[in-house]
């Protein structure tokens, strides 16, 4: 299923963007895998799935596959190393699938612009993206 496809992505920008427990402890893989999208930083910036329609999710997923392509490099990602991970993504299409799902599903694009820039922007945006994107297709 799409969804089990996008486990690796989605860990290794988890592990980026989450870093360390609360106690200040390293994240573990199972921790990563664990977080639930309702735990997600932003997550209440895209709107619930259950208002988006069958034939909305299948477009969605249309958009994503065009950058499946990009991401099989990073099926076997190391977490230690994900600079070396992401050379092999195509950040063009990551872009423009960033773009198609803050146009089409964020409550507000403004809000969601506002928490995708800055410093370490572009992770915030792609786990967030990607994590959304695999609720659909589960």
Known sequence: TPGRTLFPYTTLFRSRIMGKKQNNAALTVEDVKNLKFEDMDGHEL??????????????????????????????????????????????????????????HFALDVEEFEKFTSGEGGMSRAFLLTLTYLSLMGE
Do not use: C, F, H, W
Not at 72 to 101: C, F, H, R, S, T
């Open 46 to 103: 895209l709107r619930p799935l259950s208002t988006v329609k069958g034939s909305d999710q299948a477009r969605a997923l249309n958009q994503l596959s065009k950058i499946r392509g990009s991401l099989q490099g990073l099926e076997a990602v190391d977490l230690e190393n994900p600079e070396k991970a992401l050379e092999a993504v195509d950040l063009d299409k990551v872009a423009d699938l960033i773009d198609y799902v803050a146009e």
